[in-house]
């Protein structure tokens, strides 16, 4: 390899670096959505509510996560319970769902 080449070479890198200080951007990944219920089923006070297990999770997070993740929630246009669950899903393996009777055995 020449120095005319080496250096052209050596100046491409550099550029791409400056871009990606530059830019300084996170990269993003596809967050899938989980399987929702088919149908809803009547609840407490006249309220239709998805079939299956739910549970309250009270956690304490870093304020700069919760400002990404209210962000994200409204991006996304859904609700806190809904992005948790997807993240919580995709970052777990993509566990069988509480009302998914396929993947259950007693």
Do not use: C, Y
Not at 8 to 36: G, N, R, S
């Amino acid at each position: 390899m020449n120095k005319k080449d080496r250096a052209e070479i050596h100046k491409m890198i550099q550029e791409e670096i400056q871009k990606a200080i530059q830019d300084k951007t996170v990269p993003q990944f596809e967050i899938e959505l989980p399987p929702v219920p088919g149908g809803k089923i009547p609840g407490g006070k006249g309220r239709k509510v998805s079939p299956g297990e739910r549970v309250k999770l009270g956690v304490t997070v870093d304020s700069g996560i919760m400002k990404a993740f209210e962000a994200e929630r409204k991006k996304r246009r859904v609700s806190a319970s809904e992005l948790m669950d997807a993240l919580l899903w995709n970052a777990l393996g993509k566990p069988p769902m509480s009302f998914d009777t396929s993947e259950k055995s007693d």
